[in-house]
T-cell receptor
Framework: DQQVKQNSPSLSVQEGRISILNCDYT??????FLWYKKYPAEGPTFLIS?????DKNEDGRFTVFLNKSAKHLSLHIVPSQPGDSAVYFC????????????FGKGITLSVRP | NAGVMQNPRHLVRRRGQEARLRCSPM?????VYWYRQLPEEGLKFMVY????????ESGMPKERFSAEFPKEGPSILRIQQVVRGDSAAYFC????????????FGDGTRLSIL
């Protein structure tokens, strides 16, 4: 049972354009969401998070949007840079449930120069 | 990923042998999480430990797998009598407390079973 879904396995965008990575979840108890970036042979690196009391969080080029009614979140990267090419994982957690993270399968982002 | 140290980075075992994976959390972090990533999959939670305590092991296979986080030293994930299906990347993460917050990951141990 995939509680966090990243339905698009890959995305390719031109340098300078916006990258939009989508994530859906099914567990209505999730109230904290994170995005991680991962390069090959490395561990995931935390990018940005959002609590369910917000619908938007911004950090530099990265913005995460949360639509609770649709159980959907998205990560916007603008402008996209070649160094952003990596696998992006969406993760979710339930406050008070031992903070374990439930991950999606990831999206491979390629930013073309 | 500086801070959370995992070793070895690569481990090769034959079927039936034991595998021991080590994780030293970031300085000041007393909460450790283990995740497993199978090929083409996301990371799957295995176990959450505090010093000398297992808090949540709901993701651990019921047999052959065990984890500990002693008062002194690293956290250990132990897999006994390994099988081919245990081949995966095993990641450790740490956080300063058990509240929901970003976890910081190590670079993982790639376990290969011959």
């Amino acid at each position: 049972d995939q509680q966090v879904k990243q339905n698009s396995p890959s995305l390719s965008v031109q340098e300078g354009r916006i990258s939009i990575l989508n994530c859906d979840y099914t567990n209505s108890m999730f109230d904290y969401f994170l995005w991680y970036k991962k390069y090959p042979a490395e561990g995931p690196t935390f990018l940005i998070s959002i609590s369910s009391i917000k619908d938007k969080n911004e950090d530099g080029r990265f913005t995460v949007f949360l639509n609770k009614s649709a159980k959907h979140l998205s990560l916007h990267i603008v402008p996209s840079q070649p160094g952003d090419s990596a696998v992006y994982f969406c993760a979710a957690a339930e406050t008070g449930a031992n903070s374990k993270l439930t991950f999606g399968k990831g999206i491979t982002l390629s930013v073309r120069p | 990923n500086a801070g959370v140290m995992q070793n070895p980075r690569h481990l090769v075992r034959r079927r039936g042998q034991e595998a021991r994976l080590r994780c030293s959390p970031m300085k000041g972090h007393s909460h450790v999480y283990w995740y497993r990533q199978l090929p083409e999959e996301g990371l799957k939670f295995m176990v959450y430990l505090q010093k000398e305590n297992i808090i949540d092991e709901s993701g651990m296979p019921k047999e052959r797998f065990s984890a500990e986080f002693p008062k002194e030293g690293p956290s250990i994930l132990r897999i006994q009598q390994v099988v081919r299906g245990d081949s995966a990347a095993y990641f450790c993460a740490s956080s300063p407390s058990g509240t929901v917050q970003p976890q910081h990951f190590g670079d993982g141990t790639r376990l290969s079973i011959l």
